[in-house]
């Protein structure tokens, strides 16, 4: 097996690997979601706080993007075939515009929901239930939250990555949620309740921008970042029978990048012997980034064609 085929077999086996980790990170989401929903449900009808009513809002969205996410995960990890020669992954950025409908979506309810309360401020019932309801709702997400970023540093996933996003915002949704219901009982700021509400809902907002533009740069095909592809040029002009590089172009799909760049060698070389060198720099490439499919052309350099 030569260096080339090796660094192709590595990355199909990372990239296995990162698929099952998805896999498992997207089913948890949905799981913590759905037992969530269950308890903040609950909650909310004992206490009718519209600080609670909004967490449960967002967890209920929550539980449909992450199942969204779930099946995109899924179908992205199929590999390529007939008529998707360079797999399925844009379907995890599609995902991830789903989401910012969706997050959005929950953000302009809340709001809906809270601005009549900074009028009509009503006292919140049984804090103590709210209170017990969000401090599990904090140990559950924190926990996810983990995992998740766990999983985006290993597999760049950017549905994960959506997920972890927005579960991170929960995490200071339920903070407040927990110090609204505190302040409104012990104290009778009962308005409390609803600029709290408002501001979760601005956040939830906020954070649906962030996944939209993270989704729009894989989906419009964003070349990878300045720094990989000063390295991509250096691994190529460290062959000595390399004089040039032009035209690199590159692209990412989760862990996999496209990368394609024209070298200029010998035009006065045999085919065979640019091909060889080709083949040589592609393999020091996907020696860097195992997860790439590299095309190279070659082109005889300037002195060659004259």
Known sequence: MNHQDAAVDSGRAMQTSANRLKRLATILAVAVAVLLIVIKLAAWLITDSVALLSSLVDSSLDATASLLNLLAVYFAAKPADREHRFGHGKLEPLAGMGQTLFIGASGMFILTEAVPRLFDPAPVETPTVGVAVMLVSIV????????????????????????????????????????????????????????????????????????????????????????ERAQ????????????????????????????????????????????????AVAADICAAFPDAEVIIHQDPDDDSRS
């Open 140 to 227: 559950l997400t924190f926990a996810l939250v983990r995992f998740q970023r766990h999983v985006v540093r290993k597999t760049a996933s950017v549905a994960v990555d959506a997920d972890s996003l927005h579960y991170t915002g929960d995490l200071l949704m339920n903070a407040s949620v927990i110090l609204s219901l505190l302040l409104s009982h012990w104290l009778g700021w009962h308005i409390l309740d609803p600029i709290f509400a408002i501001g979760i809902a601005l956040y939830v907002i906020y954070t649906a921008s962030k996944i939209a533009r993270g989704s729009l740069d894989l989906l419009m095909d964003r070349e990878l970042p300045d720094e």
């Open 232 to 279: 991509i040029k250096a691994i190529c002009l460290r062959h000595p029978e390399v004089r040039g590089v032009h035209d690199l172009r590159t692209r990412s799909s989760g862990l996999h990048r496209f990368i394609q760049l024209h070298l200029e060698l010998d035009g006065n070389a045999p085919l065979r012997h640019t091909h060889d060198v080709a083949v």
